[in-house]
């Protein structure tokens, strides 16, 4: 979840940077937390599906993220044409890994008020 939310948030950082140091450490740190994302991946669809059903699960899921990898760039350089820079294209991508990292903060959350109903 943390790796999820700092993604988002190195992603909005992007256009903030005014000096080429701090674009490569705001690099670092988001592929730091990417890699750590990636890394968790592979044994979370493992605990969901069991082992017989792993590979296609972690197919699906490569399959689903490269939706928005595909359909982003394209995206970007439409906002490029109409707003003259990329600026709201990165924080417009910063914002579904922070809100799916505050949906997933809530999960333990959801699971306890569902044992007390129980």
């Known amino acids: 979840v943390a790796s999820f939310f700092f993604i988002g ?17 705001v690099c670092l740190f988001m592929g730091l937390f990417d890699g750590c994302f990636i890394c ?4 979370i669809a493992f605990e ?4 017989q059903d792993v590979s296609q699960a972690i197919g699906f899921l490569l399959g ?4 928005p990898m595909t359909v982003g760039p394209p995206i970007a350089g439409l906002l490029h ?6 600026d709201v294209a990165f924080y417009l991508a910063g914002v ?4 799916g990292g ?3 903060c ?13």
Not at 64 to 67: C, D, E, F, K, T
Not at 96 to 99: F, S, T
């Open 40 to 43: 968790i991946m592979a044994p």
């Open 64 to 67: 689903l993220m490269s939706v």
């Open 9 to 25: 948030l190195m992603s909005m950082m992007i256009p903030l940077c005014n000096v080429f140091g701090a674009l490569i450490a």
């Open 106 to 118: 809530l999960i333990p959350w959801v699971c306890e008020r569902q044992k007390l109903k129980e």
């Open 102 to 104: 505050a949906i997933l």
């Open 48 to 51: 969901l599906v069991g082992a």
């Open 96 to 99: 579904p890994p922070i809100v």
């Open 81 to 86: 044409d109409h707003l003259g820079t990329y």
